[in-house]
């Protein structure tokens, strides 16, 4: 029903801007809007679970450095917090301070995003080696 729903205004909304607007319609369309803003909410949802459960996944996780361990699992836990603060702001009508909190939230999401990237560039060769090792064992 949500996809059905949204691909519905989607088309709607679209098929009667789309005209108007060209290509400032991914920015200025309000459904179009909402469908890009969920989309990339699904697709950031997905690719920081699909890095925590590799990350965990056949050895690795201990040969990770605590801070990359503790950077994946904040950034795991605060798309989780992100993504259910988008949920209510748009079930709840968009109250203006769970609007606010969604974009803190944004922000702090980015930061643990940026520390993730960083303490995993860092980890060495080391855990490339033994991640090496576990997918193809010699």
């Keep these: 029903v949500w996809l059905r729903v949204c691909a519905f205004e989607l088309h709607t909304h679209a098929s009667t801007c789309l005209p108007q607007l060209g290509f400032r ?5 309000t459904a179009t809007v909402q ?8 697709t950031t949802l997905a690719t920081v679970g699909t890095l925590m459960v590799t990350a965990r996944r056949g050895g690795q996780w201990k040969e990770l450095p605590r801070r990359a361990q503790k950077a994946i699992t904040a950034t795991t836990h605060f798309v989780g917090v992100q993504a259910l603060l988008g949920i209510s702001t748009l079930m709840m009508y968009v109250p203006v301070h769970l609007g606010v909190t969604h974009q803190a939230g944004a922000l702090v999401l980015w930061t643990c995003g940026l520390w993730t990237l960083h303490a995993v560039r860092r980890t060495g060769p080391r855990v490339a080696n033994v991640a090496a090792r576990k997918v193809m064992p010699m």
């Design 25 to 29: 319609n991914f920015f200025e369309n």
């Design 35 to 42: 469908f890009d803003h969920r989309m990339l909410a699904y």
